[in-house]
């Protein structure tokens, strides 16, 4: 990952420059957009500090899905060591974060299984280029959790973060009205996720009349998730609704947005719809490609 040029933060540029791994673009009403393709926390190192106003983010869950690049996050072995991957790249965001700046971080959990090398052939398994997933060797993970436990990695990483400078304000909770997709009859099935407020001074913006006037429940949010993608790429994306909440609370208008796991950039096309500049990372090459034709058409 090379320095960005001068030429990349020229704001009076209205058309695209493609780099070898970061291209940059307007849309028709001027508002900037950035995308970079490499690890989230190398490209954030060689970022600026105190320049965004707001990030609103989606890493890989724990052992959920492959995205099919090097490097990428949630193959972990040790929940400790991906609770450590996610927290460093925070601790990068937090430089990045202005001073009155909000993040929000969506984090789903993981059932730990321990029941070895499966038998018979399972489908999502052969989808996997790795073998046996941490999350079903024996061993407890490291941890002495025992099989079909869940994991509680959101507070996990909610704790750590704490620890590392962030202040919590509160954790919302995404109440999914298309449940997760699991075939268990032992428990009750998932309907929530978690979407951590977090902030880095005791002074930050925060609109919360725009939650009362929608007349909702302040941190419990029901929104649908989005259907299986049907456009050739499945990052996991989250709804729209989603990110435009998070913005209208947490984000100032025409303020800068950040998502260091960018995807099919859901939050790069909300902020910028709504006139605010935004950037993205991924390090997957084909999401980059497919961000940037996305913006293109804004
Ligand atoms: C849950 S998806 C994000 C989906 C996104 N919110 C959307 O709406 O499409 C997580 C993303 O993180 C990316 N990723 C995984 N490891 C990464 C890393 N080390 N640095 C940057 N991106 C990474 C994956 O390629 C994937 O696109």
Request: proline residues 6%; hydrophobic residues 35%.
């Amino acid at each position: 990952m090379s320095n960005p040029t001068p030429e990349l933060f020229d704001r009076s540029k209205a058309i695209i420059i493609a780099g070898e791994s970061d291209w940059h673009g307007k849309t028709v009403d001027g508002v900037d957009w950035h995308i970079y393709k490499g690890d989230a926390k190398e490209v954030l190192q060689i970022l600026p500090e105190n320049i965004f106003d707001c990030v609103v983010t989606s890493p890989p869950y724990y052992w959920l899905r492959d995205y099919g690049v090097d490097q990428q996050i949630g193959q972990e072995e040790t929940i400790d060591d991906y609770v450590n991957s996610i927290s460093t790249i925070m601790d990068e965001v937090f430089r990045v974060l202005k001073p009155e700046g909000v993040l929000f971080l969506n984090l789903g959990d993981t059932y730990y299984s321990g029941k070895g090398k499966s038998q018979g052939s399972d489908r999502k398994s052969s989808k996997r280029r790795f073998g046996l997933r941490a999350v079903d060797k024996s061993g407890g993970l490291g941890i002495g959790i025992r099989p079909k436990s869940i994991i509680g990695i959101p507070w996990r990483v909610a704790i750590e973060m704490s620890k590392r400078n962030w202040i919590l304000r509160s954790p919302i909770i995404w109440h999914r009205t298309y449940r997760l997709p699991e075939a268990v009859t032992d428990r009750p099935r998932r309907s929530y996720e978690f979407v951590f407020m977090f902030v880095k001074s005791r002074k930050y913006h925060f609109d919360r009349q725009r939650l009362i006037d929608q007349k909702i429940e302040e941190d419990m949010w029901t929104i649908a998730a989005r259907p299986k993608a049907t456009n050739g790429i499945d990052t996991a994306p989250f709804p729209d609704e989603l990110v435009e909440r998070c913005l209208d609370i947490g984000c100032p208008p025409g303020g800068s947005v950040l998502d260091p796991f960018a995807g099919s950039g859901t939050t790069l096309r909300v902020a910028v719809c709504s006139g605010r500049p935004s950037t993205g990372i991924d390090l997957n090459p084909e999401f980059c490609k497919y961000m940037v034709n996305e913006l293109r058409g804004y």
